[in-house]
């Protein structure tokens, strides 16, 4: 499982729930989602950016989401959940997942976000604080260095 996960600084484990199944026997392609926040809002804590909208307003907005489903998931398992930084804007980042089931050890599903900076204060799109944007960077430099 860590093979699968090489890359990513931030890994989350979730366990499966027996509820996640639909009908069709396997984990309903909501949780995958669900999945990729809670991967989503590790990185953010390892950041501290919920600090700095506290502080200033300015904090993260989800502006897309995407999921590719590559092995279906049953119960029981955990999923192993990977999050790294693929690109840094101006006002926006993308983050990139991957979603590991460990009592099959395959991937499960693959995703990406795009993460914009958002002054809730003034209810409008701003650029990305230069020191999260350098938090963002660091967390990066760790895993590859």
Same mark, same amino acid.
């Given at each position: 499982? &860590?093979?699968? +996960? @090489?890359? #990513?600084?931030?890994?989350?484990? &979730?366990?499966?729930?027996?509820?996640?199944?639909?009908?069709?026997?396997?984990? $309903? $392609? &909501? *949780? #995958?989602? !669900?999945?990729?926040?809670?991967?989503?809002?590790?990185?953010?804590?390892?950041?501290?950016?919920? @600090?700095?909208? %506290?502080? =200033?307003?300015?904090?993260? &907005?989800?502006?897309?989401?995407?999921? !590719? #489903?590559? *092995?279906?998931?049953?119960?029981?398992?955990?999923?192993?959940?990977?999050?790294?930084?693929?690109?840094?804007?101006?006002? !926006?980042?993308?983050?990139?997942?991957?979603?590991?089931?460990?009592? %099959?050890?395959?991937?499960?599903?693959?995703?990406?976000?795009?993460?914009?900076?958002?002054? #809730?204060?003034?209810?409008?799109? =701003?650029? +990305?604080?230069?020191?999260?944007? @350098?938090? +963002? +960077?660091?967390?990066?430099?760790?895993?590859?260095?």
């Amino acid at each position: 499982m &860590i093979s699968l +996960l @090489e890359g #990513y600084p931030v890994i989350v484990e &979730i366990p499966v729930a027996w509820g996640e199944m639909d009908a069709f026997q396997h984990v $309903n $392609n &909501i *949780y #995958y989602f !669900r999945y990729f926040e809670g991967a989503r809002i590790a990185c953010f804590e390892k950041i501290r950016i919920t @600090e700095k909208m %506290h502080e =200033t307003g300015i904090g993260p &907005i989800l502006g897309s989401t995407s999921c !590719r #489903y590559r *092995y279906p998931i049953t119960y029981p398992d955990t999923v192993s959940v990977g999050a790294r930084i693929t690109h840094i804007d101006e006002d !926006r980042f993308t983050m990139q997942y991957a979603a590991v089931s460990n009592r %099959h050890q395959k991937i499960a599903a693959e995703g990406d976000a795009v993460i914009v900076m958002f002054d #809730y204060r003034a209810n409008k799109k =701003t650029n +990305l604080p230069p020191e999260l944007r @350098e938090r +963002l +960077l660091a967390i990066e430099k760790k895993e590859q260095g």
